[in-house]
């Protein structure tokens, strides 16, 4: 199985800072890489797929890049709307596998 | 739009089959393009991929899981399934379906699972 390691697993910001989160596989997936955002009590929300490529809807401040077996997510200017827990997947290979998360904090 | 939804039980006996049903409206199942998958997540933690299957019935299933997990499809209801054999308190955790075309694009709201006595 491919492990996908994410870090730091939570981080506090403030509104308005860029912040930056990593993930990184195990072994080589190419650009088969996607991000979601979950809020409390709702179903993750597709972000990214293709490392890099933002999902129908998804705003521009969230950009995603990397290839390989080391990814970020970065958003541009944090928005109160962007507090949430993160998450990569990998879909290179069965079985599909997601990071442990990142939890974006207000500070 | 499409919107998938969760139904089954809430509260599951240890030893017993935890199953539940996916619903799917405003597309077809049977769309050549898409796997349709159960994701699962315990209270307070992270994500697990439990399985996917395509409408032909073709599925993969998580290793860890494999034992205990199938996952089928009804075409004619527009529906897909999971059986998760021998459940124990470990078990426990939100339920999600959705629809895997690259990655998981479209997600049910999650139904809440609890093995206990």
């Known amino acids: 199985d491919i492990q996908m390691t994410q870090s730091p697993s939570s981080l506090s910001a403030s509104v308005g800072d860029r912040v930056t989160i990593t993930c990184r596989a195990s072994?080589?997936?190419?650009?088969?890489l996607a991000w979601f955002q979950q809020k409390p009590g709702k179903a993750p929300k597709s972000l990214i797929y293709g490392a890099s490529s933002l999902q129908s809807g998804v705003p521009s401040k969230f950009s995603g890049s990397g290839s390989g077996t080391d990814f970020t997510l970065t958003i541009s200017s944090l928005q109160p709307e962007d507090f949430a827990t993160y998450y990569c997947?990998?879909?290179?290979?069965?079985?599909?596998?997601f990071g442990g998360g990142t939890k974006v904090e207000i500070k | 739009q499409l919107q998938l939804q969760e139904s089954g039980p809430g509260l599951v006996k240890p030893s017993e089959t935890l199953s539940l049903t996916c619903t799917v409206s405003g597309g077809s199942i049977s769309s050549s393009s898409y796997y349709w998958g159960w994701i699962r997540q315990p209270p307070g933690k992270g994500l697990e991929w439990i399985g996917s299957?395509?409408?032909?019935?073709?599925?993969y299933y998580n290793p860890s899981l494999k034992s205990r997990v199938t996952i089928s499809v009804d075409t004619s209801k527009n529906q897909f399934s999971l059986k998760l054999s021998s459940v124990t308190a470990a078990d426990t955790a939100v339920y999600y379906c959705a629809r895997e075309v690259v990655t998981f694009d479209y997600w049910g709201q999650g139904t809440l699972v609890t093995v206990s006595s």
């Open positions: 997947q990998q879909y290179n290979s069965y079985p599909r596998t």
């Open positions: 072994q080589g997936i190419s650009n088969y």
């Open positions: 299957i395509y409408y032909s019935g073709s599925t």
